[in-house]
């Protein structure tokens, strides 16, 4: 057995997997929820076993971890050190382009970045320190978002403002999901058993949040994320691209301040601010039962993200294939269809029966005849963060 710990610690919670990297499999997973609250809780589950569920106050991400090794104790699965620990970073900035084992040094860096990623990186730090301190001699592995993406050209990140105002303070689009856009990319060659090298892709990570990116021979030459993981494709509570000139008109007409413009734009935008929901399921039904607000949701979603694809097949030049991942992309049939409705032009052309076939596996939706491929691949953030911990402390050791 080859046990390898992922922790993707949120500001106020904190999801965790335990791999068998010996044959990929999950040992054990399970979410922490509401920590600092009043009433936290533990969900952890086990192949096979019917889930455990604790309630009670959890005040810190150490207490989590306690509670999560606890549950291991009782339910079995990690009964010493795992082999390596490997923790979801979201911003790396342009200072990590791959998985970095963790040092002091490198734990600086990553505090370094806060002011790029307030809400996301200090909860990271968080998951890190404690896991260090109950692991002092297991390598702990940072995988960052933004890595897949750091190999973009500086025509497709740089933004039209002052250089060395922009330079100053950081701002480039940096791009997010990276590990689910790299995971599906590979994933889809294997599929097409085609060498990733040789493929120009459009992957479409829709879930809560969106994004797009534009791969090329397996890198990401192009993302729709920007500086922060509020900008590009609509989402579930977040606006994506807008006209900058909207921030100054709400401050200035609206009177609202920049923390409320900054909540306005993250939490209550995107889908809950045109259908008064971000779960994309309750807008079709709202759609379906005739609520006008939610069809018109539906279709400005559908259609910034068949945008973005032809914008990303110009990027590249080609397009072999288009890849639909999470929540939405898994799972959404209706989304698939009206995003690959207007994409006819390219060469895209959707099979409807494969289309509303439900699986959990890689599969092809696109007519036999269909000049580009239209893929669905289930992304996997914990095994592919779990593959590149493993890659990063040296499969040598095993
Ligand atoms: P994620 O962030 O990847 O967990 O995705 C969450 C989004 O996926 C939410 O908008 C859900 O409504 C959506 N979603 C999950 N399952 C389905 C489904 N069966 N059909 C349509 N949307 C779904």
Not at 282 to 307: M, N, Q, S, T, W
């Amino acid at each position: 057995m080859i046990p390898v710990l992922v922790l993707n610690a949120g500001s106020s919670s904190l999801k965790y997997q335990l791999l068998d990297m010996d044959d990929r499999s999950v040992c054990a997973s399970g979410l922490v929820e509401k920590i600092g609250e009043d009433e936290g809780s533990l969900t952890h589950r086990t192949p096979g076993a019917a889930p455990l569920t604790e309630p009670g106050a959890i005040p810190d991400h150490g207490t989590a971890l306690d509670r999560v090794l606890a549950a291991f104790e009782r339910t079995g699965g990690l009964t010493e050190a795992p082999f390596a620990v490997g923790h979801r970073v979201v911003h790396g900035g342009d200072r990590f382009s791959g998985p970095t084992v963790v040092d002091d040094d490198v734990l600086e860096q990553i505090r370094e970045l806060v002011p790029l990623a307030p809400l996301h990186n200090p909860a990271n730090i968080a998951g890190i320190e404690v896991a260090r301190a109950r692991y002092p001699g297991t390598p702990q592995v940072a995988v960052f978002d933004t890595a897949f993406h750091t190999a973009m050209p500086p025509h497709a990140w740089r933004y039209a403002l002052p250089r060395n105002l922009a330079d100053r303070l950081r701002i480039r689009r940096y791009g997010f999901h990276g590990t689910s856009h790299g995971y599906v990319a590979r994933t889809a060659a294997a599929h097409l058993r085609r060498p990733l090298d040789q493929l120009a892709l459009v992957t479409l990570h829709l879930g809560n949040g969106c994004s797009a990116a534009a791969v090329a021979g397996g890198r990401s030459i192009d993302t729709s994320m920007g500086l922060t993981p509020l900008g590009g494709l609509v989402m579930g509570t977040r606006s994506g691209d807008l006209d900058p000139g909207i921030v100054a008109h709400l401050h200035r007409e609206g009177g609202l301040d920049l923390d409320t413009i900054d909540t306005l734009l993250n939490k209550e935008s995107g889908m809950r601010g045109l259908a008064g929901s971000n779960d994309l399921r309750e807008v079709h039904a709202k759609a379906d039962a005739g609520d006008p607000d939610a069809a018109e949701a539906l279709a400005v979603f559908c259609y910034r993200i068949r945008c973005t694809v032809g914008a990303y097949a110009a990027a590249l030049g080609r397009l072999d294939a288009v890849v639909f991942t999470a929540g939405i992309g898994e799972n959404d049939a209706d989304v698939r269809a009206r995003v690959c409705a207007g994409l006819g032009v390219l060469g895209v052309e959707v099979d409807d029966v494969r289309n509303t076939a439900r699986s959990r596996e890689p599969r092809t939706i696109s007519a036999d005849g269909s000049r580009v491929v239209v893929l669905v691949v289930p992304t996997d953030e914990e095994l592919e963060i779990a593959e590149q911990t493993l890659a990063v402390v040296g499969g040598a050791a095993r």
